[in-house]
């Protein structure tokens, strides 16, 4: 078991159509982000949830939306989709602070808009 | 401003050779976390080390260390024994209190990592 599952994998979507990613923990972590990596980026935060209901704006928010209505599950919903948002995202979770173990990544969901 | 800089776009090594990826970072935080991730062309990030600002002691993990330089805000990651499956991008990041106390982790761009034969 994963502990971390992102859906879908792959996904080609139209200009200005809405995309929604999942992100589903079986960990019970309080902490949950969603990245995307551009070639010479790395890993840029565009969202993250401290608790049920509780979200917050990464560095690159603008055309992003989330929400977090029970633990495990933290989505991602691109409003209308537009090229620039072609990008692999990574979700990833963690519990409280002071934990050494590092941060859990989900396999990545690879999406292009055309 | 960056938080994580990583100035080696690119770097390469000849298998059973040590090498250095460069990590600096900037914070004001008291208490930060620093990690080190590996990414293979298979695309999933792998956690490797883990450095507390607390830390007395430089991280290790098998043939994986960091080399702590508080004062100069570094945090360079030592591969020894290099091998050919090291072939990867590799990503420093550090651990952030939020303004809400909650926390977030930042990255830097990534080193490219091959290992020749």
């Known amino acids: 078991d994963a502990g971390i599952t992102q859906s879908p994998r792959h996904k080609v979507t139209e200009t200005g159509t809405p995309v929604t990613l999942r992100c589903h923990q079986t960990?019970?972590?309080?902490?949950m982000y969603w990245y995307r990596q551009d070639p010479g980026h790395g890993l840029r935060l565009i969202h993250y949830?401290?608790?049920?209901?509780?979200?917050d704006k990464g560095e690159v928010s603008d055309g992003y939306s989330v929400s977090r209505s029970k633990t495990e599950d933290f989505l991602l919903t691109l409003e209308s989709a537009t090229s620039s948002q072609t990008s692999v995202y990574f979700c990833?979770?963690?519990?409280?602070?002071?934990?050494?173990?590092?941060?859990?990544f989900g396999s990545g969901t690879r999406l292009t808009v055309v | 401003a960056q938080k994580i800089t990583q100035t080696q776009p690119g770097m390469f090594v000849q298998e059973k050779e040590a090498v250095t990826l460069d990590c600096t970072y900037d914070t004001s935080d008291p208490s930060y976390g620093l990690f080190w991730y590996k990414q293979p062309s298979s695309g999933e990030m792998i956690f490797l080390i883990y450095?507390?600002?607390?830390?007395?002691q430089n991280a290790t993990e098998g043939r994986y260390s960091l080399n702590f330089q508080k004062a100069r805000k570094s945090a360079n990651l030592v591969i020894s024994a290099s091998q050919l499956g090291d072939s990867a991008m590799y990503f420093c990041?550090?651990?952030?209190?939020?303004?809400?106390?909650?926390?977030?982790?930042?990255f830097g761009k990534g080193t490219k990592l091959t290992v020749n034969p």
């Open positions: 990833a979770i963690s519990n409280d602070r002071g934990q050494n173990y590092g941060y859990t």
């Open positions: 960990e019970n972590h309080r902490y």
């Open positions: 949830s401290y608790g049920v209901k509780d979200t």
């Open positions: 450095q507390g600002s607390y830390d007395q």
């Open positions: 990041a550090m651990r952030e209190l939020t303004q809400g106390g909650s926390e977030k982790l930042v």
